[in-house]
Protein backbone atom coordinates (compact mmCIF):
# COMPACT_ATOMS: atom_id res chain seq x y z
CA UNK A 1 0.00 0.00 0.00
CA UNK A 2 1.12 3.45 -0.91
CA UNK A 3 2.84 4.89 2.07
CA UNK A 4 1.50 8.41 1.78
CA UNK A 5 -2.05 7.30 1.89
CA UNK A 6 -1.30 5.50 5.11
CA UNK A 7 0.36 8.50 6.65
CA UNK A 8 -2.76 10.28 5.77
CA UNK A 9 -5.16 7.96 7.39
CA UNK A 10 -3.03 7.75 10.24
CA UNK A 11 -3.73 11.13 10.52
CA UNK A 12 -6.98 10.59 11.59
CA UNK A 13 -5.89 8.78 14.70
CA UNK A 14 -5.21 12.82 16.23
CA UNK A 15 -9.12 13.11 16.38
CA UNK A 16 -9.98 12.41 19.85
CA UNK A 17 -12.66 14.09 22.36
CA UNK A 18 -11.85 16.46 25.35
CA UNK A 19 -10.66 14.46 28.54
CA UNK A 20 -13.33 16.92 30.08
CA UNK A 21 -16.39 15.58 28.25
CA UNK A 22 -15.22 12.18 28.20
CA UNK A 23 -14.95 12.25 32.45
CA UNK A 24 -17.83 14.37 32.47
CA UNK A 25 -20.21 11.68 30.27
CA UNK A 26 -18.90 8.46 31.97
CA UNK A 27 -19.87 10.42 35.47
CA UNK A 28 -23.39 10.78 34.29
CA UNK A 29 -23.86 7.75 32.96
CA UNK A 30 -22.88 6.15 36.13
CA UNK A 31 -25.04 8.82 38.36
CA UNK A 32 -28.14 8.19 36.44
CA UNK A 33 -28.00 4.57 37.63
CA UNK A 34 -28.55 6.40 41.50
CA UNK A 35 -31.31 8.64 39.92
CA UNK A 36 -32.99 5.95 39.10
CA UNK A 37 -32.88 3.52 42.21
CA UNK A 38 -33.61 7.19 44.06
CA UNK A 39 -36.59 8.08 42.31
CA UNK A 40 -37.92 4.41 41.74
CA UNK A 41 -39.56 4.37 45.03
CA UNK A 42 -41.63 7.48 44.15
CA UNK A 43 -42.36 6.57 40.82
CA UNK A 44 -45.86 5.94 40.88
CA UNK A 45 -46.15 8.94 42.58
CA UNK A 46 -45.74 10.95 39.76
CA UNK A 47 -42.67 13.14 38.56
CA UNK A 48 -43.36 16.10 40.31
CA UNK A 49 -42.98 14.18 43.83
CA UNK A 50 -40.41 12.31 43.01
CA UNK A 51 -38.30 15.70 41.59
CA UNK A 52 -39.42 17.36 45.07
CA UNK A 53 -38.07 14.06 47.28
CA UNK A 54 -34.64 14.90 44.65
CA UNK A 55 -34.57 18.64 45.82
CA UNK A 56 -35.07 17.36 49.01
CA UNK A 57 -32.28 14.46 48.86
CA UNK A 58 -29.96 17.72 47.31
CA UNK A 59 -30.71 19.62 50.21
CA UNK A 60 -29.89 17.36 52.59
CA UNK A 61 -26.71 16.29 51.18
CA UNK A 62 -25.65 20.20 50.80
CA UNK A 63 -26.86 21.11 54.42
CA UNK A 64 -24.58 18.02 55.59
CA UNK A 65 -21.77 18.96 53.37
CA UNK A 66 -22.17 22.48 54.04
CA UNK A 67 -22.78 23.19 50.20
CA UNK A 68 -25.58 25.76 50.10
CA UNK A 69 -24.92 26.21 46.14
CA UNK A 70 -28.26 24.01 45.20
CA UNK A 71 -30.03 27.29 46.57
CA UNK A 72 -29.12 29.34 43.34
CA UNK A 73 -30.50 26.30 41.00
CA UNK A 74 -33.78 26.88 39.34
CA UNK A 75 -34.86 23.78 41.63
CA UNK A 76 -35.23 26.39 44.65
CA UNK A 77 -38.64 26.45 43.79
CA UNK A 78 -39.47 23.09 43.83
CA UNK A 79 -37.76 22.65 46.97
CA UNK A 80 -39.66 26.04 48.49
CA UNK A 81 -42.53 24.21 47.24
CA UNK A 82 -41.70 21.62 49.47
CA UNK A 83 -40.62 23.09 52.44
CA UNK A 84 -44.29 25.14 52.90
CA UNK A 85 -46.38 21.95 51.68
CA UNK A 86 -44.17 20.63 54.82
CA UNK A 87 -44.93 23.78 57.10
CA UNK A 88 -48.39 23.51 56.22
CA UNK A 89 -49.01 19.55 56.90
CA UNK A 90 -47.19 19.71 60.42
CA UNK A 91 -49.12 22.67 61.68
CA UNK A 92 -52.53 22.96 59.86
CA UNK A 93 -53.39 19.06 59.40
CA UNK A 94 -51.92 17.03 61.72
CA UNK A 95 -53.75 18.40 65.14
CA UNK A 96 -57.26 17.20 63.17
CA UNK A 97 -56.14 13.62 62.61
CA UNK A 98 -58.09 11.42 65.18
CA UNK A 99 -55.32 9.54 66.02
CA UNK A 100 -57.23 7.01 67.97
CA UNK A 101 -54.20 3.77 68.53
CA UNK A 102 -57.02 1.68 68.86
CA UNK A 103 -58.38 2.24 65.34
CA UNK A 104 -56.48 -0.06 62.43
CA UNK A 105 -56.99 3.19 60.18
CA UNK A 106 -56.56 6.95 60.40
CA UNK A 107 -59.60 8.97 58.90
CA UNK A 108 -59.10 12.18 57.27
CA UNK A 109 -61.59 14.29 58.24
CA UNK A 110 -62.43 15.75 54.95
CA UNK A 111 -63.47 12.29 53.64
CA UNK A 112 -65.87 11.15 56.64
CA UNK A 113 -67.51 14.73 58.51
CA UNK A 114 -69.75 11.71 59.90
CA UNK A 115 -67.60 10.38 62.09
CA UNK A 116 -66.41 13.78 63.19
CA UNK A 117 -69.42 14.21 64.86
CA UNK A 118 -70.08 10.96 66.15
CA UNK A 119 -66.35 10.82 67.94
CA UNK A 120 -67.03 9.65 71.17
CA UNK A 121 -70.69 9.61 70.47
CA UNK A 122 -73.84 7.47 70.73
CA UNK A 123 -73.32 5.17 67.89
CA UNK A 124 -70.23 3.84 69.45
CA UNK A 125 -71.65 2.88 72.59
CA UNK A 126 -74.41 1.44 70.23
CA UNK A 127 -71.77 -0.48 68.39
CA UNK A 128 -70.25 -1.77 71.64
CA UNK A 129 -73.47 -2.95 73.01
CA UNK A 130 -74.63 -4.78 70.19
CA UNK A 131 -70.84 -6.64 69.92
CA UNK A 132 -71.34 -7.58 73.81
CA UNK A 133 -74.62 -9.26 73.47
CA UNK A 134 -73.81 -11.18 70.37
CA UNK A 135 -70.98 -12.56 72.43
CA UNK A 136 -73.18 -13.18 75.60
CA UNK A 137 -75.43 -15.18 73.57
CA UNK A 138 -72.55 -17.03 71.64
CA UNK A 139 -71.50 -17.61 75.17
CA UNK A 140 -75.16 -19.50 76.09
CA UNK A 141 -75.05 -21.24 73.11
CA UNK A 142 -72.21 -22.65 73.92
CA UNK A 143 -72.91 -23.24 77.61
CA UNK A 144 -76.14 -24.80 76.89
CA UNK A 145 -74.77 -26.68 73.69
CA UNK A 146 -71.23 -27.93 74.66
CA UNK A 147 -72.67 -30.66 77.64
CA UNK A 148 -75.18 -31.97 74.66
CA UNK A 149 -72.83 -32.48 72.57
CA UNK A 150 -70.65 -34.21 75.12
CA UNK A 151 -73.26 -36.58 76.06
CA UNK A 152 -73.70 -37.64 72.68
CA UNK A 153 -70.33 -38.37 72.03
CA UNK A 154 -70.12 -39.99 75.34
CA UNK A 155 -73.40 -42.09 74.04
CA UNK A 156 -72.13 -43.22 71.09
CA UNK A 157 -68.80 -44.17 72.10
CA UNK A 158 -70.69 -46.26 74.95
CA UNK A 159 -72.91 -47.73 72.11
CA UNK A 160 -69.76 -48.47 70.12
CA UNK A 161 -68.17 -49.78 72.60
CA UNK A 162 -71.33 -52.18 73.60
CA UNK A 163 -71.36 -53.19 69.73
CA UNK A 164 -67.45 -53.70 70.36
CA UNK A 165 -68.21 -55.86 73.04
CA UNK A 166 -71.01 -58.16 71.53
CA UNK A 167 -68.93 -57.99 68.69
CA UNK A 168 -66.15 -59.31 70.30
CA UNK A 169 -67.96 -62.03 71.89
CA UNK A 170 -69.28 -63.04 68.92
CA UNK A 171 -66.05 -63.31 67.12
CA UNK A 172 -64.54 -65.29 69.69
CA UNK A 173 -67.22 -67.58 69.75
CA UNK A 174 -66.75 -68.19 66.33
CA UNK A 175 -62.97 -68.04 65.13
CA UNK A 176 -61.88 -69.20 68.76
CA UNK A 177 -59.85 -65.59 69.05
CA UNK A 178 -59.62 -62.96 71.51
CA UNK A 179 -61.11 -59.58 70.58
CA UNK A 180 -57.99 -57.65 71.37
CA UNK A 181 -56.26 -59.69 68.76
CA UNK A 182 -58.36 -57.43 65.95
CA UNK A 183 -57.72 -54.33 64.09
CA UNK A 184 -60.09 -52.06 64.20
CA UNK A 185 -60.81 -52.34 60.36
CA UNK A 186 -61.61 -55.58 60.83
CA UNK A 187 -64.03 -54.46 63.71
CA UNK A 188 -65.69 -51.91 61.26
CA UNK A 189 -66.46 -54.85 58.45
CA UNK A 190 -67.99 -56.57 61.41
CA UNK A 191 -69.92 -54.40 62.24
CA UNK A 192 -71.17 -53.57 58.45
CA UNK A 193 -71.80 -57.03 58.18
CA UNK A 194 -73.89 -57.44 61.29
CA UNK A 195 -75.41 -54.11 59.54
CA UNK A 196 -76.21 -55.87 56.46
CA UNK A 197 -77.36 -59.54 57.75
CA UNK A 198 -80.11 -56.84 60.21
CA UNK A 199 -81.29 -55.44 57.40
CA UNK A 200 -81.78 -58.32 55.42
CA UNK A 201 -83.66 -60.12 58.76
CA UNK A 202 -85.67 -57.31 58.81
CA UNK A 203 -86.98 -57.37 55.39
CA UNK A 204 -87.41 -60.86 55.42
CA UNK A 205 -89.76 -60.60 58.30
CA UNK A 206 -91.46 -57.79 56.76
CA UNK A 207 -91.73 -59.92 53.46
CA UNK A 208 -93.06 -62.94 55.64
CA UNK A 209 -95.60 -60.70 57.38
CA UNK A 210 -96.49 -59.60 54.07
CA UNK A 211 -96.92 -62.96 52.93
CA UNK A 212 -99.09 -64.06 55.45
CA UNK A 213 -101.46 -61.17 55.35
CA UNK A 214 -101.42 -62.05 51.64
CA UNK A 215 -102.60 -65.55 52.15
CA UNK A 216 -104.92 -64.65 54.91
CA UNK A 217 -106.42 -61.99 52.33
CA UNK A 218 -106.63 -64.75 50.22
CA UNK A 219 -108.11 -67.30 52.07
CA UNK A 220 -110.47 -64.57 52.69
CA UNK A 221 -111.70 -64.72 49.02
CA UNK A 222 -111.89 -67.82 48.64
CA UNK A 223 -114.18 -68.16 51.68
CA UNK A 224 -116.29 -64.91 50.50
CA UNK A 225 -116.26 -66.80 46.84
CA UNK A 226 -117.51 -69.87 48.84
CA UNK A 227 -120.34 -68.05 50.26
CA UNK A 228 -121.59 -66.62 47.47
CA UNK A 229 -122.25 -69.76 45.87
CA UNK A 230 -123.76 -70.93 49.05
CA UNK A 231 -125.88 -68.47 48.43
CA UNK A 232 -126.74 -68.76 44.99
CA UNK A 233 -127.37 -72.33 46.05
CA UNK A 234 -130.04 -71.35 48.55
CA UNK A 235 -131.25 -69.08 46.27
CA UNK A 236 -131.96 -71.46 43.53
CA UNK A 237 -133.51 -73.94 45.70
CA UNK A 238 -137.73 -74.15 45.97
CA UNK A 239 -137.44 -74.28 49.58
CA UNK A 240 -136.43 -70.30 50.17
CA UNK A 241 -138.91 -67.73 50.36
CA UNK A 242 -139.04 -64.62 48.04
CA UNK A 243 -138.40 -62.17 50.86
CA UNK A 244 -135.34 -64.52 51.81
CA UNK A 245 -134.43 -64.76 48.36
CA UNK A 246 -133.84 -60.95 47.76
CA UNK A 247 -132.26 -60.47 50.72
CA UNK A 248 -130.26 -63.19 49.67
CA UNK A 249 -129.50 -61.49 46.95
CA UNK A 250 -128.38 -58.55 47.74
CA UNK A 251 -125.73 -60.15 49.93
CA UNK A 252 -124.30 -61.73 47.01
CA UNK A 253 -123.74 -58.49 45.54
CA UNK A 254 -122.06 -57.18 48.73
CA UNK A 255 -119.74 -59.76 48.72
CA UNK A 256 -118.44 -59.51 44.78
CA UNK A 257 -117.95 -55.63 45.70
CA UNK A 258 -115.70 -57.23 48.42
CA UNK A 259 -113.79 -59.04 46.13
CA UNK A 260 -113.88 -56.00 43.19
CA UNK A 261 -112.67 -53.70 45.80
CA UNK A 262 -109.67 -56.30 46.85
CA UNK A 263 -108.35 -57.06 43.04
CA UNK A 264 -108.50 -53.38 41.95
CA UNK B 1 -13.51 -8.69 50.34
CA UNK B 2 -16.86 -10.13 48.13
CA UNK B 3 -18.09 -7.28 45.41
CA UNK B 4 -21.99 -6.83 44.73
CA UNK B 5 -22.58 -7.74 41.60
CA UNK B 6 -23.22 -3.90 40.71
CA UNK B 7 -19.86 -2.75 41.66
CA UNK B 8 -18.80 -6.02 39.52
CA UNK B 9 -20.63 -4.28 36.51
CA UNK B 10 -19.91 -0.53 37.60
CA UNK B 11 -16.10 -1.26 37.33
CA UNK B 12 -16.50 -3.17 33.97
CA UNK B 13 -18.11 -0.44 32.42
CA UNK B 14 -15.39 1.93 33.16
CA UNK B 15 -13.11 -0.37 32.27
CA UNK B 16 -14.88 -0.53 29.14
CA UNK B 17 -15.25 3.30 28.72
CA UNK B 18 -12.03 4.43 29.40
CA UNK B 19 -10.94 1.94 26.63
CA UNK B 20 -12.93 2.60 23.59
CA UNK B 21 -14.42 5.94 24.23
CA UNK B 22 -11.34 7.56 21.82
CA UNK B 23 -12.22 5.00 19.30
CA UNK B 24 -16.17 5.06 19.51
CA UNK B 25 -16.18 9.12 19.84
CA UNK B 26 -13.66 9.52 16.33
CA UNK B 27 -15.88 6.28 14.27
CA UNK B 28 -19.03 8.38 14.68
CA UNK B 29 -16.90 11.57 14.36
CA UNK B 30 -15.74 10.78 10.80
CA UNK B 31 -19.01 9.68 9.87
CA UNK B 32 -21.55 13.05 10.94
CA UNK B 33 -19.91 16.42 10.41
CA UNK B 34 -20.18 17.97 13.82
CA UNK B 35 -18.24 17.55 16.87
CA UNK B 36 -21.56 18.00 19.06
CA UNK B 37 -23.46 15.40 17.04
CA UNK B 38 -20.19 12.78 17.23
CA UNK B 39 -20.36 13.93 21.59
CA UNK B 40 -24.48 13.35 21.26
CA UNK B 41 -24.28 9.72 19.54
CA UNK B 42 -21.20 8.49 21.81
CA UNK B 43 -22.96 9.64 24.78
CA UNK B 44 -26.07 7.74 23.46
CA UNK B 45 -23.77 4.24 22.82
CA UNK B 46 -22.56 4.18 26.22
CA UNK B 47 -25.74 5.31 27.85
CA UNK B 48 -27.40 1.97 26.09
CA UNK B 49 -24.41 -0.20 26.83
CA UNK B 50 -24.42 0.57 30.52
CA UNK B 51 -28.19 0.12 30.31
CA UNK B 52 -27.45 -3.49 28.67
CA UNK B 53 -24.67 -3.94 31.42
CA UNK B 54 -26.32 -3.73 34.38
CA UNK B 55 -29.23 -5.70 32.90
CA UNK B 56 -26.88 -8.63 32.08
CA UNK B 57 -27.81 -8.97 28.99
CA UNK B 58 -26.38 -9.63 25.32
CA UNK B 59 -27.48 -7.50 22.73
CA UNK B 60 -26.81 -8.59 19.40
CA UNK B 61 -27.48 -5.28 17.23
CA UNK B 62 -27.71 -6.21 13.62
CA UNK B 63 -28.02 -3.86 10.65
CA UNK B 64 -32.01 -4.44 10.29
CA UNK B 65 -32.82 -4.00 13.94
CA UNK B 66 -32.13 -4.76 17.32
CA UNK B 67 -32.47 -8.48 19.04
CA UNK B 68 -32.31 -9.69 22.30
CA UNK B 69 -29.79 -12.75 22.24
CA UNK B 70 -29.63 -14.19 25.43
CA UNK B 71 -30.20 -13.43 29.10
CA UNK B 72 -29.98 -16.42 31.29
CA UNK B 73 -28.48 -19.25 29.54
CA UNK B 74 -25.19 -17.26 29.49
CA UNK B 75 -23.19 -16.10 32.32
CA UNK B 76 -23.70 -12.51 33.04
CA UNK B 77 -20.31 -10.98 33.75
CA UNK B 78 -18.66 -12.83 30.59
CA UNK B 79 -21.46 -12.97 28.31
CA UNK B 80 -22.33 -8.90 27.79
CA UNK B 81 -18.49 -8.37 27.98
CA UNK B 82 -17.29 -10.98 25.45
CA UNK B 83 -16.43 -8.60 22.85
CA UNK B 84 -17.47 -5.46 23.91
CA UNK B 85 -15.52 -3.42 21.09
CA UNK B 86 -17.73 -5.14 18.71
CA UNK B 87 -20.78 -4.56 20.78
CA UNK B 88 -19.95 -0.37 21.25
CA UNK B 89 -19.68 -0.73 17.04
CA UNK B 90 -22.66 -1.96 16.23
CA UNK B 91 -24.51 0.47 17.89
CA UNK B 92 -22.77 3.12 17.32
CA UNK B 93 -23.18 2.04 13.32
CA UNK B 94 -27.23 1.46 14.18
CA UNK B 95 -26.88 5.29 15.67
CA UNK B 96 -25.37 6.67 13.16
CA UNK B 97 -27.62 4.94 10.08
CA UNK B 98 -30.75 6.54 12.55
CA UNK B 99 -29.29 9.89 12.39
CA UNK B 100 -28.72 10.11 8.73
CA UNK B 101 -31.96 9.02 8.51
CA UNK B 102 -33.32 12.04 10.56
CA UNK B 103 -30.90 14.18 9.05
CA UNK B 104 -30.87 13.57 5.64
CA UNK B 105 -31.28 17.22 4.14
CA UNK B 106 -29.09 18.40 6.71
CA UNK B 107 -26.36 16.09 5.51
CA UNK B 108 -26.98 17.00 2.14
CA UNK B 109 -26.39 20.83 2.86
CA UNK B 110 -23.11 20.31 4.86
CA UNK B 111 -22.02 17.92 1.90
CA UNK B 112 -22.64 20.97 0.16
CA UNK B 113 -20.79 23.48 2.18
CA UNK B 114 -17.77 21.05 3.38
CA UNK B 115 -15.69 23.52 1.22
CA UNK B 116 -16.68 26.11 3.93
CA UNK B 117 -13.47 25.69 5.95
CA UNK B 118 -13.68 28.12 8.67
CA UNK B 119 -16.94 25.81 9.92
CA UNK B 120 -15.18 22.26 9.88
CA UNK B 121 -12.18 24.27 11.51
CA UNK B 122 -13.58 25.28 14.42
CA UNK B 123 -14.68 21.88 15.21
CA UNK B 124 -11.49 20.48 14.11
CA UNK B 125 -9.93 22.34 17.05
CA UNK B 126 -11.37 20.63 19.81
CA UNK B 127 -10.92 17.51 18.34
CA UNK B 128 -8.10 17.47 16.84
CA UNK B 129 -5.07 17.04 19.44
CA UNK B 130 -1.70 17.91 17.80
CA UNK B 131 1.61 16.98 19.37
CA UNK B 132 2.64 19.47 22.51
CA UNK B 133 5.11 21.29 20.50
CA UNK B 134 3.08 21.55 17.31
CA UNK B 135 3.83 25.22 15.94
CA UNK B 136 0.85 26.72 14.30
CA UNK B 137 1.46 26.28 11.30
CA UNK B 138 2.04 22.74 11.56
CA UNK B 139 -1.19 22.76 13.58
CA UNK B 140 -3.19 24.30 10.43
CA UNK B 141 -1.01 21.67 7.95
CA UNK B 142 -2.41 18.97 10.09
CA UNK B 143 -5.98 20.00 10.34
CA UNK B 144 -6.66 20.52 6.18
CA UNK B 145 -5.17 16.80 6.31
CA UNK B 146 -7.53 15.38 8.52
CA UNK B 147 -10.20 17.40 6.97
CA UNK B 148 -9.01 16.28 3.45
CA UNK B 149 -9.09 12.57 4.51
CA UNK B 150 -12.08 13.20 6.69
CA UNK B 151 -13.79 14.42 3.29
CA UNK B 152 -12.45 11.84 1.06
CA UNK B 153 -13.66 8.79 3.24
CA UNK B 154 -17.20 10.38 3.78
CA UNK B 155 -17.54 10.16 -0.38
CA UNK B 156 -17.10 6.20 0.68
CA UNK B 157 -19.54 3.54 1.12
CA UNK B 158 -20.26 2.70 4.48
CA UNK B 159 -18.68 0.01 4.57
CA UNK B 160 -15.42 0.72 3.26
CA UNK B 161 -15.29 3.67 5.80
CA UNK B 162 -16.05 1.21 7.83
CA UNK B 163 -13.10 -0.84 7.30
CA UNK B 164 -10.99 1.92 7.24
CA UNK B 165 -11.64 2.98 10.28
CA UNK B 166 -10.88 -0.28 12.18
CA UNK B 167 -8.24 -1.80 10.28
CA UNK B 168 -5.53 1.22 9.99
CA UNK B 169 -7.42 3.77 12.72
CA UNK B 170 -8.54 1.21 15.03
CA UNK B 171 -6.50 -1.70 14.69
CA UNK B 172 -8.55 -4.06 14.07
CA UNK B 173 -7.40 -7.77 12.82
CA UNK B 174 -9.21 -9.05 10.32
CA UNK B 175 -10.79 -11.51 12.39
CA UNK B 176 -12.36 -9.29 14.46
CA UNK B 177 -13.51 -7.37 11.63
CA UNK B 178 -15.12 -10.24 10.25
CA UNK B 179 -16.94 -10.98 13.55
CA UNK B 180 -18.10 -7.87 13.08
CA UNK B 181 -19.42 -7.60 9.85
CA UNK B 182 -20.49 -11.07 10.12
CA UNK B 183 -18.73 -11.83 7.27
CA UNK B 184 -15.84 -14.59 6.36
CA UNK B 185 -12.42 -13.13 6.93
CA UNK B 186 -11.46 -13.43 3.62
CA UNK B 187 -13.83 -11.71 2.15
CA UNK B 188 -12.67 -8.55 4.78
CA UNK B 189 -9.16 -8.69 3.24
CA UNK B 190 -10.71 -7.88 -0.38
CA UNK B 191 -12.78 -5.61 1.57
CA UNK B 192 -9.71 -3.74 3.08
CA UNK B 193 -8.25 -4.02 -0.31
CA UNK B 194 -10.97 -2.08 -2.19
CA UNK B 195 -11.86 0.47 0.02
CA UNK B 196 -8.06 1.74 0.62
CA UNK B 197 -8.38 1.56 -3.18
CA UNK B 198 -11.49 3.80 -3.45
CA UNK B 199 -9.94 6.06 -0.53
CA UNK B 200 -6.78 6.83 -2.76
CA UNK B 201 -9.13 7.47 -5.88
CA UNK B 202 -10.83 9.94 -3.71
CA UNK B 203 -8.28 11.70 -2.31
CA UNK B 204 -6.86 11.91 -6.06
CA UNK B 205 -10.01 13.41 -6.99
CA UNK B 206 -10.09 15.76 -4.76
CA UNK B 207 -6.46 17.05 -5.40
Known sequence: ?264 | MFKSEEVKRKEEFEKIYDNHVDQIFRFVYLKVSSKETAEDITSKVFIRAWGAVKKGEVFCERKKGFQKKASLSVPESSASLRNPRAFLYQIARNLVIDYYRQNRKREDDEKGSSKNFPQTKVSLEKVVVPDKEMRADERAILESQVEEVKNALKGMKEEYQNVIIWYYLDELTSAEIADLLEKPESSIRVLIHRAVSALRKNLKTKK
Open chain 1, 1 to 264: MEKKILEKIYVLRKIKPENEWTSKLKEEILESQKKEESLSVFASLGSSVAKKYEVLVKLIRGVSDGNFSFLKTRNVSAFAGVFTFAIFFFVFMLPHFPLDYNRDIIYFPASSPALVEKEGGVEDEEDKRMVAKEEEMEIKKKSIEEPIEKEVAKLRENVRGLKVEVLGMMIEKERDIKKEELTDREITRYLIEIAKEDVATKNEDAMRIMSVEESKEDKKEDLTKDLIEEIKERMSSDETKEEEKETLYYAIEELSLDILKKAQ
